[in-house]
């Protein structure tokens, strides 16, 4: 078991262009969580997948953010017209979403993004 | 919406010492799960309560069955290598989403 496998590890992109962050959860994991870390606001949830469906997008910035899950091995995150403030390090977390101790949240590595 | 406030926000310990984190609630909350991020930003869980306590080592962890408005984090006997920041996250009753707290930047010293 490889764990959540997050890529690329980093990204530096300039002010104005797109950042696609690709995030593989753990084999047989139904839940996909997106989290943003920064010093200032800390952790973030930004949306969350149940079954590739979309369930909660309730902390993405409404402009510029979108993810996706195409299947149930890979969810993107996509960053338009990047911002110097969407520096940060973005977490992606799977679970097995069926209840109790199946609750428990594994976290990748990160993909830590730079806007210049 | 759902708060978490965690304390202390840094903490020193001198090595084969106790000590404890907390974790705050302002409202009710379902579960709770402790992590710990090392230095290259890995977040490892350590513990997932849905009530009562649970022991690993020496980490034990306790979430209020009662109200349901706090857990702590009992560290026993630190180590240099118990070293890092470490996050509670709480689940509220209507979503499955997990809310954090500011985290505690432990530092183990001999």
């Known amino acids: 078991n490889a764990g959540v496998i997050q890529t690329p590890r980093h990204k530096v992109t300039g002010k104005g262009q797109e950042a696609t962050l690709w995030c593989e959860p753990i084999?047989?994991?139904?839940?996909v969580f997106w989290y943003r870390q920064t010093i200032v606001q800390g952790l973030e949830f930004l949306t969350y997948?149940?079954?590739?469906?979309?369930?909660?997008d309730s902390g993405m910035p409404k402009e510029r953010f979108s993810a996706q899950m195409p299947n149930q091995s890979h969810s993107t995150l996509k960053i338009q017209s990047t911002q110097p403030q969407d520096s940060a390090v973005y977490l992606c977390?799977?679970?097995?979403?069926?209840?109790?101790?199946?609750?428990?949240?594994?976290f990748g590595s990160g993909t830590r993004l730079t806007v210049l | 919406g759902d708060q978490v406030e965690q304390s202390p926000s840094a903490l020193s310990l001198h090595e084969g010492t106790d000590s404890a984190l907390r974790c705050n609630f302002t409202?009710?909350?379902?579960?709770v799960q402790w992590f710990r991020q090392n230095s290259r930003g890995s977040l490892i869980s350590l513990f997932y309560?849905?009530?009562?306590t649970k022991e690993n080592g020496r980490l034990k962890s306790a979430f209020d069955s009662k109200e349901r408005r706090y857990s702590t984090l009992h560290i026993r006997d630190a180590q240099l290598e118990d070293s890092g920041t470490y996050f509670c996250?709480?689940?509220?009753?209507?979503?499955?989403?997990?809310?954090f707290g500011q985290g505690t930047v432990l530092s183990v010293i001999p």
């Open positions: 409202t009710t909350m379902r579960s």
């Open positions: 997948f149940r079954n590739q469906a979309p369930i909660d």
């Open positions: 084999s047989g994991h139904s839940a």
């Open positions: 309560l849905a009530s009562g």
């Open positions: 977390a799977s679970s097995l979403d069926l209840g109790g101790c199946a609750e428990t949240l594994y």
């Open positions: 996250a709480a689940r509220g009753g209507g979503n499955n989403k997990l809310t």
